[in-house]
């Protein structure tokens, strides 16, 4: 479902540079027709996407879209005749091309109300084949003043010959310093519960945002709390399956992935971790084998496969790492 683009006068820090590039290619008349903006998920790519549409759009020339013109108000309104959004319809995974073709049939025809046309496409990487295929002719030669904006949590599942047609945005997890501070400043804490947000958010800023303003961190430390319990306890693992089995299965194999990731960082730096019970005794490579395994399992996540087999197996064997 589309969503009004409401134009704003802040960017995120950590997005600074990218939106300087951004201003300068465009005051110089050198913006390129086709962005990708790539990165993980809650880096806030969304973010940056939309403050570009807004500005594109704008009719007046500041560095952030006034939101108050004609083209400003129309959009926030989601009745911008020059802005075209192309996402998977609702009860599909996937960007069709029909709608690929649609949108090319919009691209032609002529301004409206703005001096370009937007198509802001996401999650780009859901484009079918068929769809792919169709967009490749607009992306090297787009209708008139159309620029084509599309944002993609994993770029590398796009083909090659879109990412080649794109002038590429990478956002990359941000300073971890610069997003504690904005962290602190938007949630008035400070101290331990920003680095578990982070921790927990795997370096996602926005994530991380929002874990704050939730009971979530209590599950993170259940989860931590749960394995450091199970060291050499195999027989525990179906009362613990059980407990974990109740937390939404994306967030509990991030979280496993990542503290076990987290147990190899203090094997390899010496360094022991507070949550862990003194000298346990494990294994690097046991534990990037586990690593590796939860991230598959969070993949299986979303398809028939039994989650609760998958978990309890998972932590049989981190359990018996310590016999």
């Known amino acids: ?3 009004a683009v409401i134009a704003s ?4 820090p ?71 959004e192309l996402q998977p319809e609702d009860g599909s995974e996937v960007i069709k091309v029909d709608q690929v073709r649609a949108l090319i049939g919009k691209l032609d025809l002529t301004t409206s109300i703005s001096a370009r046309k937007l198509a802001y496409i996401h999650p780009a990487e859901t484009m079918n084949a068929a769809a792919a295929n169709a967009l490749l002719k607009s992306l090297e030669e787009p209708a008139g003043n159309a620029v084509l904006i599309l944002v993609s949590n994993d770029a590398g599942r796009l083909p090659v010959t879109i990412r080649s047609r794109c002038q590429s945005m990478t956002i990359n997890q941000p300073d971890a310093g610069i997003v504690r501070d904005w962290l602190a400043k938007r949630s008035g804490q400070s101290g331990r519960p920003i680095v578990e947000a982070l921790q927990a958010a795997g370096g996602s800023p926005l994530r991380a945002a929002a874990y704050l303003d939730s009971p979530v961190l209590d599950a993170f430390s259940r989860v931590k709390a749960s394995l450091a319990s199970l060291l050499g306890k195999p027989a525990a693992v179906s009362q613990v399956s059980h407990d974990l089995g109740a937390l939404d299965p994306l967030d ?11 147990v190899i ?49 998972w932590l049989i064997n981190w359990a018996e790492q310590v016999s």
Request: aromatic content about 8%; glycine content about 6%.
């Open 252 to 262: 509990l194999w991030r979280w496993l992935s990542i503290c076990t990731a987290e």
């Open 14 to 84: 950590w997005l600074d540079s990218h939106w300087s590039f951004f201003l300068r290619r465009l005051e110089a008349d050198k913006l390129a027709h086709a962005l990708l903006i790539e990165g993980p998920a809650g880096t806030g790519k969304t973010a940056l996407a939309t403050a570009m549409v807004a500005r594109l759009l704008c009719r007046e020339p500041t560095d952030f879209a006034c939101g108050a013109c004609r083209s400003c108000t129309l959009l926030a309104g989601l009745a911008h005749p020059d802005y075209f």
């Open 1 to 3: 479902m589309n969503q």
């Open 265 to 313: 960082k203090s094997i390899l730096v010496g360094q022991p971790l507070d949550w862990l019970p003194a000298n346990p005794q494990l294994r690097a490579d046991a534990l990037l084998d586990l690593q590796r395994q939860a991230d598959k399992n969070r993949q299986l996540a979303a398809t028939q496969v039994r989650g609760d087999l998958l978990l309890q197996v």
């Open 9 to 12: 006068n802040e960017i995120y």
